[in-house]
């Protein structure tokens, strides 16, 4: 295999970029931190509580399911029951969400960067390994939940030679499709994440509330009223 490195675009730019991600991505896991920690402690306070409305929930969607089956078997004894097949077939259109075109060059695309980039070819160059292992980490998390545009783009800065790993000639003889930055792109969905995570309601409560552990009576109020409710409905089973 040959050394030749792709061309390797350095801009300031590009660095300015990749310390504002490095930034948000602290910041976002600080803010998870905090939020993961708060939620637990909350958890120890009224757990027996979460536990039995739980249950009574878990109850109460048995009663459900089988009053439902119950109403379909008397249905079935009328005369003029006949089995409904239009939401079978509309089940079925509704299978397939993401177009199989769109998940065909999903897979191809993963697929091709992952040939050129695993580890495994990079098992001498001990710097490389690492890199390449971030970079396959990344390809699987995005072919798994992202869509089709964020893994071209993804695809793009790695075969542009943004990684700083040395890719053989066949490499620089695929196909790249041009799209925006990649980087601006994961800038743009780590503020988003952040936002949504400031958004929850736990982080509120640590940010606002002058004292966030009075959220643990509101916690029990809400709870005990979803209980009272639930055994009101699953009464004649308890």
Known sequence: MSNKRLPTPDHTDQKKILKQIQVLQQELEGIQKE??????????????????????????????????????????????????????IFAKKKKS???????????????????????????????????????????????????????????????????????????????????????QKDKERLEKEIDLAKNRHLFKVITEYENPMTFVDELKDYYEDRIFKLKKRTQKRL
């Open 97 to 183: 969400v993401i177009p199989s075109e769109q998940q065909k060059e999903k897979k191809r695309i993963y697929k091709e960067a992952m040939l050129h980039v695993h580890p495994d070819k990079f098992y001498m160059r001990e710097k490389e390994t690492d890199v390449a292992t971030d970079i396959t980490s990344r390809l699987i998390e995005i072919y798994k939940t992202e869509n089709l545009e964020t893994l071209q783009a993804y695809h793009a800065y790695v075969f542009r030679g943004n990684t700083h790993i040395i890719l053989g000639d066949a490499a620089s003889k695929i196909k790249v499709i041009s799209k925006d930055n990649y980087l």
């Open 35 to 88: 939020t993961r920690v708060f939620e637990a402690l909350l958890r120890s306070y009224v757990s027996d509580l979460i536990v039995e409305a739980q249950e009574l929930f878990l109850l109460y969607k048995q009663i459900k399911k089988a009053k439902k089956a119950k109403r379909l078997e008397q249905k079935k004894r009328g005369k003029n029951y006949k089995e409904s097949k239009e939401l079978q």
